[in-house]
Structure formats: C-alpha cells, structure tokens
C-alpha cells in the first residue's frame, strides 16, 4: 500500500485504500477481540469499524435520494458523541453489543462502500470534503483501534499477541542533542489547501523566547535512570493532581512495563511481552509523568508552538514513512513522526479566530477544548500520511493508553 | 436426554449427559457472546464452561499421577471465589477475557472430560462424591449462564433472541386458592442419600405456625394491578433499603418489561421481545419488589420451612419435569418447581449443626451466609432433575436477573 | 437519678427525668462538638436534642388546639426517616446545620416539653401510651448520641475526652464456663403490659435445641489471642462480605484500639486514649468480626431465642443498673445487661405474626427487618431500666461504631 | 480600616492589620458555624484561621532560638498541601476538627503575633519576604473563608445571614459598550519591586491580536436572557465536559439562584436571599457556564494577556477600593476590580521562564499549574488592596463556589 493519504491518488482511491486498511487491521482478531470493550475511554474494534461507517452514512449519505439505511437502529449504536446527530448507546457499554457481529458490521461496511463509490463522482466539492474528513477520521480510528486492542490484550493474564515481533537491529539511542532557536514570531497551525482538522487554525502568528528542544526523545534507558533515582517517590517533581494519581493507582513505571526479578524490565506491546529496548523511545506515559520526568531533568516540554516551529524547519515528510501499523523501524532523520506522540505543556485550547463549523460536523473538535493537552507529531500506530506538522492530538492528563512519550526543551 | 441427574443412570452416563447439555446450551452464541459479561454480578458463558471444567480438575485430577494441567495459567483465570485454591482473576474483568477462545475452552473441556471419563471406573467413594458435587455445580451454572446471557441481551438495544419462541396454547391463570397447614413442629432438610449441597442439611425441626400458602404463583396480571395501583410509588410498603433502590434506580416495573403506547406491557426473555403473558407467573422482581407486593396485597412470604412443608406433602417431582431449558410448558399439577424460583422470607443462615466442609470444597456455600434471602424451587432455566424440596437458593435482596418470583403466604 | 423508667414513678416525673438526662449529656460537648457529625450513619448531638423534640411534636403536639409549632421549618431538618411525616433534610448533610444553635435547640426542647407537661394530665391513652413510645425512642438516642461523638471524637487527631477516666479497679475477666439448656419449645418475645417496641412481639414459642452459652463476654484478653493467632488474615474464618471488608478496609483490630511499640495496645473511648483493659469485654466489633471470631474458637454465636432464653431464667433486672452512661462498674453475677450488646447469629426478620402499626409510627421498626442482624442486651451506653431481655437492637454486619461485643454459644 | 497591603504602612502595622481582619471576620459566626465544613473544597473559618497562623510559624518562627511550638500537633493538623513539611489531617475530614475549639485557636493566633511582633524588627531581608507573603496568603485565605461559610449557609435550609443587607441604591446596569485594542506585542506579568506570588512572573512579552473587550461585567439581566432563551438545555453551546456537567448536576441557574412562582428569581449572598438584582453582574458561575454564555452571546471570553493589557491602560488602583469584604458599593469607573473574579480563556500554565522557588514554598503555586482555568480581577469578598493586574487566581473549570463572573471579548 503507497502513501493513501497525501499522495496523488484520486479520491476514490485513496477511498478504497484507508477502507481496506480498517479490515486488515482487524485480521488478526477474533470476534470475542473485536468486541471487548477493556475501559470507558476505549472503544471495541468492531465498533471502530462500524462507527467510521456510520460517519459515511449519516453526513454524506443518509437522506440522498435511492439510498437506503443499512439498519435503521445503527445511529443509535455507533454515533459517538454527535449531540446533533441523536441520542446513543452509552459509551461504556459498547462491550455490550456482541450483536451486530463482526459479519454483520463487514457488510454495513459493504454498503456503505458501494454507496459511495457509486455515487462519488457525482459529488459535489462539499460531499467532497466531507469525504475527506472522513477518511482522516478514520486515520485516527485506525489508531484508536491499535491502542484500544492493545489495551484489551494488556489487561489478559494470557497476555496474546496481535503481530509476531518485528526482526530488527538493535537500535542505539541517538545522543540528546539541544537544537537551538532564537526566538520571534513564528507562524504555526495549518496552511496550504490540503487536509487538516478544524482545530489546526487558524493559521497565526505566536511569540516564541529564544529555546532549544532536545533532538532525541526520551529513551527507555532515561525512563530507567528516572525510576532509579526515585522520581515516582518524590512528590516535589509532581504536579499536585500528578501525585494524587500515582498515589491513588499506584504508579510506579510506565504502560505495561513489568520488573521480574529474573528477566528485568519488559514491556507489553502489539507483539505481546518483550525485554525493554533501552533505546527506543519511551512510551505509554501520562501527562503527569511527562511533566516529572522534565522537572527531574532540569527542563520542561515544549510548548506546541515551538515543536511545529522545529518541525517546519525540516522536511518533515522523511519522519513519517509507516508503511503499516506496528514497532517503527529506527530511521535516519528526525524522529519528530511515527515513534511516539509527544506531550507539549500546551493545553488544548481554540486557535485566535477559531470558530466551530455549524452543524453535527462542528462537534469534531471544538467542544474538547477543555482540560487536554495538546500532543504532537505522530506515533507507530499512526496510519503513515495521516499525520502533518499542524496535527494537534490531545489526551487528558491521567491517559497514558495511547503510544505516547515525550522530547525535552529548555529556555536560553 | 432422560432426566440426567436422578434417574438411576450411571455416574459415567451421568457425567457425560451434563457435560454434553453445558456445550448444547451455548450453540446459539456466538464467540463474542459467549466473551462478553453485562455486569460483575454476572459471568460470560465461555467463563461458565472454563470454570465447571476447572472444578473437576482442581478438586479432582489436579495433582493424581499420570494427569498434565490443560494449561498451568487456567487455575488463576477461572478459580470462581475458592480462597484456598489460591490467586485469581478479578471477577468484573472477566469479560475482558477475550482469549482464550471459545474454541480453546471447548479443547480444555475435552482434555477434563477425557481425563475424567479414563480413570471414573477407579475412583473411590471420596472422588465419586466430588463428581457428583461437580455435577451439580455445573447444573447451577447451566441455569446461570442463561440467565447472564439474559441479561446481556436484554442491555443490548437490538434485543437479540437465543431461542424461537415456543408454540404455546394460552395459559390460564389458576385461581389463587390457599392450601392450609395446621401448624405444629415438622422436620426440613435434606434427609436420605441422594446428593444434596452441603447447606441443605442437617434434616432438623422446626416449629411451625398455623398458616396458608397460595396455590398458584403470583401472575403478570396480578402485578400488573399492582402497578396500576401505584405500588412503586407508596412508600409505606416497602422496606426501607428497597424503597432507597426503588428511587435511586427508577424502578417501575420488574426487570425487561417495558410499556409502549402502541403495544402495551411486553417483556423480554430468551426467545426475544414478546407481549406480556397475563396467566405466566411474574419473573424477575426483587426480594424488595416481592416484599412490598406481599405487604399491598395484606399477605406475606412463606418462610422456607413452610414452603418446605408443603412441597414435602406433594409428589414433587411432577412439578419438576423440564426437557431442556426455554420456557416451560404450562402443565397440571403444583408449579411449586419449573416456573421461577420463590423468595421466602427466610434469610439464608446455617440450619442448626451446619458445618462447612474442610478445605477448598468447604467454601461452597457457608461464607454465603450473610445479607441474602432464600428462594425455593426451581425455575424454567433450571435444569430438570436437579432441584429439591431441600434446596436452598440465594441472592441479595436487589437482584432479579434470575427468574425470580413469588408466592404469598397468610397467618391463620 | 434513679431508675428513671422502670420505676414506679408516673408518667409525668419520668417525662421529666428522661428530658433532663438527654441535656446533661451534652454538658461537656461544645456548641461545634454537638454540631459535627462524623460519618453519614452518625448524626450530630444536636440533632438528636432535636430530634426527640420534634418525635413529641409531630406526633402528640401538632394539631392540638392552641399548640403552637416552634418553628415550622424544623420538621423539615429534624424527621429522621419517617415517609408518611414530609419530606426531610437529608441524612448525610445533618453536620451542615450549623444553625439552628445549640441554644436554640434548648429552647426548642424547653417549648415542647412546656406543652407536654402542660397537657400530659388530659392525655387519653393513645397519648399517654405515644409518650412512652417518645421517651423510649428517646432512650434510644440518648445511646447513640453518646456513640456518635465518641465516633467524632475518635476521629480527631487530638483524641479529646468527654468524661474524665473511672477509678476503677482492675477487673478479672471471669472464667469462661459454659451454662447448658436442654431445648424444647420456649417462648420469647415481650410479654406482660410494661412498654415494649413494636419489633418485640409478638410473643411466641420457638423450638431450641439442645445448646450452650458462654456465661462470659469474650474479653479484650480473648480478642488479642485471636489478632495474634492471625485471625485477621485468615479468609477461612470469614464470612465472604467480611473478607471482603476486611481487606477493603484495613481491618485488623476491633474499633479504636491501636497498639504502640511502646504502649502495647491502648484503646479509644469516651473517657480518652486508655491502655486496654484485658479483662474488660471486648467492644467496637461488627458481625463479621464476632462470627470470625466464633468460628476461630470453634463455637458459634447464639440465636436470639436462645440469649431470651437465658435471659428468662436469671433475674435479669440484677443486670441493669446503670447509674449513668459511662463505663460501668464490674458487677457480681450476670453481664448480659449493661456491658455491651451481643452480636446474635439472627437476621432482624419479622416475628410471626407481627404487623406494623398503622401511620408514621409504624415506621418506627418494621421497615428495617432486612439485612441487619439482632443484637441482644445492653451497653455501658444504654440508659438505665431501658433495656429489656426481648430487646432487640439491630445493626447492619459492617457496623461497629456501637458497643457491640460477644457471647459464644455451641450446640450440645 | 485604611489601605492595607498597599498603603506606606510598615510591615508590622499591615501586619497587625491583616491579622485582625482575619478575627473580625468570624465575630458573626458560632463556634459550630467556623467548624463546619461544607465540602471537600471549602474549608472551616476556624480552620482558615489555624492554617494562616501555621504558616507563620512553619515558615518563620519554627526552629527560631527562643520559639515554643504553640501546640505540636498543630502541624499536622493545619498544613494545607505543602509535602515537604510533613503528613497532614485529610482536607475533607477538617470538618470533624471540633476540639481544638475556636477560642484555642484564637490563642494560637495570640501565640504566633506575639512571636512575629517581637522578632519582626530584627528579621532580615528573606524573612520579611516570607512575612509579606504569610499577609498576602492570609489576605486569600480571607476570601475563602468568606466564600466557604456562603457555601456553608447555602445548604443549609434556614439560609442563615452573615451581614445585614446593605442599604444600596438601585444599581443602572452600564451599557455594553466595546473597548479596541489593536493587538501587537505586550508585556504582562509583575513588575517592579511590590509584593507578587510567583506565578505572577516573570515579566514577558505576548502578542496579542486587535480584539475587543466588553466595558461592562455580564449582568444578572443578562444571564436571565440566557435562560429565557433555553442557554441551559442546548448542547450546542457547551463544551462537551461542562454538558455532561450540566447534565449530572441538574444544573440550571448560577449558584445560589432560585426561582419562586410568587417571588421571581431571588439569590442567596452573605446577607442572605433578596431579590435577584438585575444590573449587578451574574456571580457563582463556572467556567462550563461562562463559556457557554459567550458562545450563546457570539463573543468569546478574554484572555489572561488580553486583560492585562486592558488593566494596564487604566489606573486600576481606583477600581480596588474596597473598605471591607462584603457587597460592593456600585463605583463610577472600571469594574476590573472588586465585582467578582473574571474567567478567562487562558488555562493556568506557567509563563515562560517560570521556575518554582526552592523549598516547601516553593509548593504554593506551581503544583497547581493544570488543569484549571485564570481568572483575573477581585471580588466583593477580595480584601482591598490585596490584588492587582497581574495576579492569577484559578480553579477547576467546574468550581462556582466563588465569587465569579465574566467579561465578554471579541475578535476585531
């Protein structure tokens, strides 16, 4: 599969390619898998691919003339959160709904598809767009798919595998190298004409202090070095409601590490449990975290306008190459895409001028923008061209579920 | 299938007859049906099928020469609540259990079966106790597995069926006669050597009053009048904790019915969505709901040893006489067994010289016995043959996803 | 004070001398002491003063030509639970009042007992016997007052006391010996014409079989053997919700003991932090505890008709004197009166045949004949001549912020 | 009572000044009212009391040759959050602090003046750093006490008082007139050498963009109009977080309002309920709410830069000129100051080159740097003189127990 997303491909094509991706990644899956619902803030894989789907059908296809509801009960199930769009099925109990089976959603998927296939090139530039959002909608679900899998195998004492672990060279952690930058006015959020969220603009001018940002992200081994001088047992590296939290869950590491006293730190991930990699970069970290471990380094995060800034100052498009979802293989070059999403210090708040499309479709973003922080850069379940310099992630402080780490910054 | 549990088949024939009826009951479900769980109160029928095979290994082949364990890391995934049988998985995460398969848990009852069926010629008497106890265990669980996925069903708003509806003539309501009993002392408790659980004994006296017990089961139609007299809003007759329930749940109806403008009551069951039976005995209602019914129609609940006392002056086995579990087939004769377990007003407390077994097997039933009301009978999931004047079934006084219901009782 | 309600003083002095006890009982609390309230079960000493005014109030007074309500907003903030009298403040937010002040209690209670003295000779004998069930109710939370400020008081970091210690000399815990009863048909419950809560009839026979009890308390001494035995860590002992609670909750010494290195085990009461007494009986138990502790010692707690019993065939009047709350003196023959209430293995159910009265006072017991269990006798809390061999008190199994304690009993 | 933190007093006059405004603050109250606590986010008045006096002696007078603890439990139990100066009583449980009493605590506070007022002349620099900032904490401190007994007299049912109702001229609601501002680079943040809190600073550029604020404070009739229009029941004007807010509380007015069928809208203040006043601006809103607001009204709310610079260009000492805490007399000129705190849009992040100080003092801002909201301006309940342009106040977007409104802002 080439780069669905940013390349030149037509739309149809590009249609067809992130829909097949969805299916693929579910391959591996049982229908038991594809159900389970591990948490509230997770979704079941079935319900992924049903949802991106039902955002298909109900702002492009429901109510054009000749097309037909696969299932008129389906808006009920599998609208997320579209206050707009109706009332739903509540959120933690999607693990519930065993029926529609996994068949079942394949072939509301089928007749979605072939609605819109049919029917695209006659669409105007507006069902073009909206077409558009689709599928980078469901870019970020395929992620969420990973993730929310990944959690689910995470919490089985059997501990199941999706993919079988990668065969890589052992990687050496790049020297933490500072990348200076003088300051002044730097323009940041989305330009050009083509695909971004809405909370990517306005495009605007931002007053950045003279800075460096680290160019490697924190390794494993510096999570290590932090465990070993007691920066879980300190509360003055913490932010208040960051020690409640470790104290309340008892937090001691990151996602899925696990110490025996045999065979030393391990990590869970999509290739079920494997000995840490010193080298690659930290993930499954919180907010809370990201912020201690800069305290104790004697630095902070960046702010997401100085990121976007060193990211315009690259070419950014050498660091996003994912061929497919799974562990990155190290890469020359900037590891600004595709290892891990990076915790920024900025909270995820409306862009000067931003304003909320009317309709359903406005509910996307703007009604988030309340105490989350604002991530950056893309991880290695991030379909490859989904992501840009402008993309804005976010998580609340505590959620740590995702592939998420950090890069550190300093003031000059 | 005979009635597998008392007739005078074989222990060997036996086993194999309940074993076989366990796999049968889950051949409409799905593997994400047989995963999911819709509350920690209740269990996935996969889990159901995991754990009854788990008893026979852990209680009996675990540790005999020539036995291998089907897989060491089971005894943790599905030990139910045995303390001494060591560490286990959380029970409200078990539907996160997503693996192993169904299919995985089917080979490990094969594996258990095989075993059992190879060395059952040799057992000694203590061992052949021990298969009859896990038979009976596993005739608890079969009525449990139904009833869960009941109610996994009935929190999915696609209201899938398990069964076709049965093809039944209309019943008529019998009318509410009372059957009298002069009171005076009479012996309850299991008595003779058929199996019994350990809390059904020792056979002892009780001192009973004159009394009368209503022939028929309370009916749909009977609480529908209830309702339509506002007894879900009259605080005077319900006891405190169930009126706290009542408000804090919005309860207004027994579990699964639901009124519409166009359709009237319905209620949901195993065979789907269907309009409510007036002459069927109501189901799944509370001990709270069952308490204040009693209280508004100027009667009370039997105690179990006057329910225990009229059971034991019928023949009780024709009441008792399901082929396979759905709904029963309304028939002559006391609907004392087969329609729904009965609240008594009785708490489930040691009879007098109870003494819980030593061991793991002594957790059966003695630390149960606090804070839950007893039921007597059987209902439509139970499977034929293994209920008894003697048993004592039990649940906190809010649950109603069994089929519960009731039978009201007077002071003569 | 004598025997302020046993005696033959008539009604009006003992109407005097019950209402005069309650307002001694706050003379070492201050205005805040009497305002707090610990936990939601505990209510705030003022509430109580309250409350007991507005029971004569709302039953007696309110209505009566040329009775005039104190205040008409108190109904609302001092009901405690009766539905048929009005909507109420709620429970949990009773230490919220801050106002009405302690004084304007007093002189709220000043204005209705004005009124009853007032009237008390024209009473008819619903009115007279309605006084007695006030000063009876009165009684009552003459108790917990007393035990919900020790729950206060135990709380505070400064551990204050609220009565100076006894001098007392050093008790010997009397030796353990078992007292016989042969069973048969006994009859239990209240009888005769002096005053008796509902709850307490009616009277009946019971069968009893053939038992024995302890003719001692379990004492400090006993428990201590029971912590160093590790009675607290083993889950064999317990009953499933115990366990449960106990590792919830941290349990693992009775309510306010505390053992220092170098103090040795001290334990908390009304007079202050006060190294325990191993002879004394132990007190600040649940039932879960004292059912632990029974089967640790191979025993089992006795039935209530069983402890009636006992009570029926010694002068039980000789066990009853407290002079005034506070920890009572060692006394020569029985202590099934006035050392602490004794866990029985009897769930408050129903007697036969016993029906509520009707209106708001027949709230007063009945609605809370679910999941608690009897307790039998009396504590250094009760107020003197308020007790009585058919008492019966009643607490939810998790609760130990009274002065419960134990009694063992076995069968023979 | 003049100026006091601002004025040319010398530290030992403002500092005897500050510390009696703290007691004449609590002369309306009872022993039981400064006890009490109304939830986990308020505290005691008796517990401000304590812990503004714990401050100066744990950050001052302890460990001072000559200097004897007032009480060495106190620590414990009056240290706020601050981790490095030891464990602490759990903040909601400060309400069951009844001993010690309000006169101890008055003692204490006697204790700890008469040690700083004979040591004062000869601190050095750092200490009289750590005096100005124990005054200016104690001036917070006084807010909150005055907002936490409003919370507390809140729920209580007899709405108690605190002052007597001012005697006030009806207020004229300003007009909504919109004041330019043509954006460009700005500095905020403290200047010069008078007392700051940390989180002030440092000093820094912002670049700002041609915007408009409102002149006027959003007024009751203009939250009136919100409702009317059905504000509170259209989730298209919240964030997604403040909807389910919305929803789960039941909220539907600001705090405080209620709407009686003969009596309008009235609201609850420290003089008790009166009739909603429609030209005083709306108070007791949270964040959830403001935002709502300016998204129903087309505007949006200010930034914290943006009303700085507002604050900067007038001379904001005449809008600060409150004599005692209480309702504000109406004031010609701005009402940047001293109507209520403002919400802004800027979440409370640490300005660019902030570093927390060294110490447990260094706890008092930074730690909270997440997760909450800035709010700029003062309050009636603000002691006077005690804020200024650049300070930071913030709470969780949630929180309404304050005295809080907002100003509305637009984009030019």
Chains 1, 2, 3, 4 share one sequence.
Not at 364 to 377: I, P, R, S, W
Request: hydrophobic share 40%; charged share 20%.
């Amino acid at each position: 599969m080439g780069d669905v997303l940013t390349a030149e491909a037509d739309l149809a094509g590009r249609y067809r390619a992130v829909r097949a991706l969805s299916v693929a990644l579910v391959a591996p899956l049982s229908d038991a898998d594809a159900s389970a619902q591990s948490m509230p803030d997770a979704s079941p894989a079935k319900w992924h691919l049903a949802h991106t789907s039902w955002f298909f059908e109900t702002f492009i296809l429901a109510g054009r003339p000749g097309y037909r509801l696969f299932d008129d009960r389906f808006g009920f199930l599998f609208n997320s959160y579209y206050e707009a769009a109706g009332p739903r099925h509540a959120r933690p109990a999607r693990g519930l709904l065993t029926r529609p089976s996994l068949d079942d959603v394949l072939a509301y998927r089928h007749h979605v598809d072939a609605a819109i296939e049919r029917w695209l090139p006659d669409f105007d530039a507006g069902a073009r767009a909206l077409v558009e959002l689709g599928l980078n909608h469901e870019g970020q679900h395929q992620e969420l798919l990973l993730t929310d899998i990944l959690d689910l195998f995470a919490r089985n004492p059997l501990e199941p595998a999706m993919y079988p672990p990668p065969a890589r060279l052992a990687a050496h952690a790049p020297e933490s190298r500072w990348r200076n930058h003088p300051g002044g006015i730097v323009e940041i959020g989305h330009a050009g004409t083509g695909f971004a969220f809405d909370c990517e603009g306005p495009r605007h001018q931002q007053l950045l202090r003279p800075h460096a940002l680290a160019e490697a992200l924190v390794s494993n081994a510096d999570w290590q070095a932090f465990i070993a001088a007691g920066g879980y047992r300190d509360p003055a590296l913490w932010l208040s409601d960051g020690w409640a939290w470790v104290q309340r869950e008892g937090i001691a590491a990151p996602g899925h590490w696990r110490h025996d006293a045999n065979d030393g730190w391990t990590s869970f991930g999509l290739a079920g449990r494997r000995p840490l990699d010193p080298a690659a970069p930290v993930t499954h970290i919180s907010y809370y975290e990201a912020d201690a471990f800069a305290s104790w380094a004697g630095a902070r995060l960046p702010t997401e306008a100085e990121w976007e800034a060193a990211a315009a100052s690259e070419d950014a498009a050498g660091g996003n190459q994912l061929d497919r979802p799974g562990p990155v293989q190290p890469q020359g070059g900037s590891d600004l895409f595709g290892d891990c999403w990076q915790w920024t210090m900025s909270a995820f708040l409306p862009y000067p001028g931003f304003r909320p499309a009317a309709g359903a479709v406005g509910e996307y973003n703007g009604k988030f923008m309340n105490g989350q922080m604002v991530l950056k850069g893309a991880s290695c379940a991030t379909p490859r061209g989904t992501s840009r310099a402008s993309v804005r992630n976010f998580f609340y402080p505590h959620m740590r579920w995702q592939f998420t780490g950090l890069r550190l910054a300093k003031d000059l």
